[in-house]
């Protein structure tokens, strides 16, 4: 069984899935860094190369050989705070994974990335946007896709990442999502 934590970025999925990981004997995988293992490139690069498109075909390639692994132990997914926007991403991990939705308040997600945007090609503005607008535009995108790909919702304002990462393995083993 794979667990996918969605959420936008900054909310602290692949913090989550560590702790997860290191809590249990489960495997924990971060899509973005597979990516950029698989292409020995940065995400940065990918986006700059080939620009959104092409680093959404790689996370859905990507995405697939994980999925359809043979692995019989349970994984955690952490995904990027866009792969759900592909309809095919959002699709597989729907049909094929417990989702989980780290949903965040855009204040929260503001402080967590307004000093750390470099890495983060989704988040670069033009001279006429800030990151605050940036980041509320996408939220408006992409929460009707988190919720609506999700199984289950879980608001993380006030929760530290131990305390989320202990729900999620609360509610997996009390689901048997195992």
């Known amino acids: 069984m794979i667990i996918a934590l969605a959420g936008f970025m900054g ?35 990918i986006f700059a190369e080939g620009g959104e498109q092409a680093f959404r075909k790689l996370e859905e390639k990507n995405l697939r050989e994980i999925i359809f692994s043979d692995t ?9 705070g866009g792969t759900l926007t592909s309809p095919a991403c959002a699709a597989l991990i729907h049909d094929r994974t417990f989702c989980i939705y780290l949903k965040t308040p855009v204040s929260k997600l ?14 670069k503005c033009d001279g006429n946007t800030t990151v605050v607008e940036r980041i509320e535009r996408l939220m408006r995108e992409r929460e009707p896709v988190y919720e609506s790909t999700a199984h289950k919702i879980l608001e993380t304002d006030g929760s530290g990442f131990g305390d989320t990462a202990d729900e999620i393995i609360g509610i997996v083993r009390k689901n048997s999502v195992r």
């Open 11 to 45: 909310c602290g999925k692949s913090s989550i899935g560590r702790i997860i990981a290191g809590r249990t004997d489960w495997l924990f995988i971060d899509l973005d860094s597979r990516i950029e293992s698989s292409e020995k490139k940065s995400i940065n690069e």
């Open 110 to 123: 503001v402080r967590n990335l307004e000093n750390d945007t470099a890495g983060r090609p989704m988040l």
């Open 72 to 80: 019989e132990e349970p994984v955690i997914l952490s995904l990027g």
